[in-house]
C-alpha cells in the first residue's frame, strides 16, 4: 500500500464524514435557503475529477471506492436541495418587514 493512497484516502475520508450530516442537516431544513447550487455541483465535478484520474492512471485500489461513496452522498444532497427548492416554492412567501405600522 502506498502512503499516498493512505493519505489520500484520510482526506476522503474526513470529507466523507462531513457530507451525511449536511444532507441530514439540510433535509431536516425543508429549505433551499442557505444552501449552494454551484458549491455542490464543483463538489460533484471534483469528486468525478478525481474518479477519472484514478481510472486514467489505472490506480483501481480502494481509495476509489471511497471516491464514489462521497460522490453518492453528495449527489443524495443535491437530490435534497432540488426537493427543498420544490418546497420554498410551495410555501407562503415569508413577510420580512417589522417596520409594519399598526394603526390605533
Avoid at 469528486?47 to 481510472?55: D, E, L, P, Q, S
Avoid at 471516491?67 to 437530490?79: D, G, K, R
Avoid at 426537493?83 to 413577510?95: F, G, Q, R, S
Wanted: hydrophobic share 50%; proline share 3%.
Amino acid at each position: 500500500m502506498e502512503i499516498s493512497s493512505l493519505f489520500e484516502t484520510l482526506m476522503l475520508v474526513c470529507f466523507g464524514c462531513s457530507w451525511p450530516l449536511n444532507v441530514i442537516k439540510a433535509y431536516k431544513a425543508r429549505t433551499a435557503r442557505g444552501t449552494s447550487l454551484p458549491f455542490i455541483l464543483l463538489i460533484i465535478t471534483g469528486y468525478i475529477g478525481g474518479i477519472t484520474a484514478k481510472v486514467l492512471n489505472h490506480q483501481t485500489n480502494y481509495v476509489l471506492v471511497v471516491y464514489f461513496l462521497n460522490l453518492i452522498i453528495v449527489m443524495a444532497n443535491l437530490v435534497v436541495y432540488f426537493k427543498n427548492a420544490k418546497l420554498d416554492k410551495i410555501a407562503k412567501p415569508v413577510v420580512t418587514s417589522t417596520s409594519e405600522k399598526v394603526s390605533a
